[in-house]
Nanobody, 120 residues
Framework: QVQLVESGGGLVQPGGSLRLSCVASGFTFRLYAMNWYRQAPDKERELVAT????????NYADSVKGRFTISRDNAKNTVYLQMNSLKAEDTAVYFCKTRAMAGLRLVDYWGQGTQVTVSP
């Protein structure tokens, strides 16, 4: 079955950096785009970054452009989110997500999330 397991979250001071990882299993990772989302307390889940299946195309939310970088290693079935110049407003639970075929349907799969807290 499909599994997405995030790691790398934690507590960091403003201006600091973290790298999140998401290890995927149960599907052909190299065929599908991957996304990072985040959800802050009392806010809707928002799309942070997207990477194509080959890694050749990436897109970012305006709020993280120039600070965050999404990448992937298809040999390791892993997608990363490098987060630099972190701000208090980046505090959220971060989720990786993909939309992959399950039989004849496209299904959204989510990880369990990893907490990122940016605080002095």
């Amino acid at each position: 079955q499909v599994q997405l397991v995030e790691s790398g979250g934690g507590l960091v001071q403003p201006g600091g950096s973290l790298r999140l990882s998401c290890v995927a299993s149960g599907f052909t990772f190299r065929l599908y785009a991957m996304n990072w989302y985040r959800q802050a307390p009392d806010k809707e889940r928002e799309l942070v970054a997207t990477i194509s299946n080959t890694g050749g195309n990436t897109n970012y939310a305006d709020s993280v452009k120039g600070r965050f970088t999404i990448s992937r290693d298809n040999a390791k079935n892993t997608v990363y989110l490098q987060m630099n110049s972190l701000k208090a407003e980046d505090t959220a639970v971060y989720f990786c997500k993909t939309r992959a075929m399950a039989g004849l349907r496209l299904v959204d799969y989510w990880g369990q999330g990893t907490q990122v807290t940016v605080s002095p």
